[in-house]
């Protein structure tokens, strides 16, 4: 998997496009956190489920189906604190910060693939170009050589891409409002 603070940060770049004015920081808050969550899998690790169930790590918990309730659902949850004409915009940015964990797992170079169609199936999928280094489950690991490779390759592969995602957004939104 990769690492929790950048499946946070990709998904928050992602919504620096997505989410609508009102209630950006909500929206870009609410898109990180939630792009983590996927990740509540990993308990299951401690407790002795099998990787390969459909609770296992990058089981359910990563599928498109569990982004799209999820997604749905945290917007349900944020509708009274967003205009109303904002609705459909925040639940387009949560249900792709929660799509964007698995397709970012799937990049990876390690651990199981992502059951992307569970509940219906529980193959394991992983794209042809795995170029970002697996981050392991838990905090042993992430310190001394194997901690900098990957650190080195979630900053190259998916910070670095985050920041010009979102930087691009601040750009086009900062000359389409002196435009208008």
Not at 16 to 22: M, Q, R, S
């Given at each position: ?136 489950i838990g905090v042993e690991g992430v310190l001394g050589e ?21 930087g691009s957004a601040m750009l086009w939104r900062s000359r389409t409002r002196s435009a208008g």
């Amino acid at each position: 998997m990769a690492s929790a603070p950048s499946h946070a940060a990709f998904a928050v770049a992602l919504g620096a496009w997505l989410a609508p004015d009102a209630p950006r920081r909500r929206s870009l808050v609410a898109a990180g956190l939630l792009a983590m969550l996927p990740d509540i899998d990993a308990v299951g690790y401690w407790l002795g489920v099998p990787t390969s169930a459909l609770l296992g790590h990058r089981g359910l918990t990563h599928s498109i189906a569990f982004a799209v309730v999820a997604g749905l659902v945290a917007a349900f949850l944020m509708r009274r604190r967003v205009p109303e004409q904002a609705g459909s915009r925040v639940a387009l940015c949560l249900v792709a910060a929660l799509l964007s964990h698995g397709l970012l797992d799937a990049c990876t170079d390690g651990g199981p693939g992502v059951a992307f169609f569970a509940p219906f199936s529980n193959a394991r999928y992983f794209f042809p170009f795995r170029p970002i280094a697996v981050s392991p489950i838990g905090v042993e690991g992430v310190l001394g050589e194997r901690g900098l490779r990957i650190f080195l390759s979630e900053a190259r592969w998916i910070l670095l891409p985050a920041a010009l995602l979102a930087g691009s957004a601040m750009l086009w939104r900062s000359r389409t409002r002196s435009a208008g």
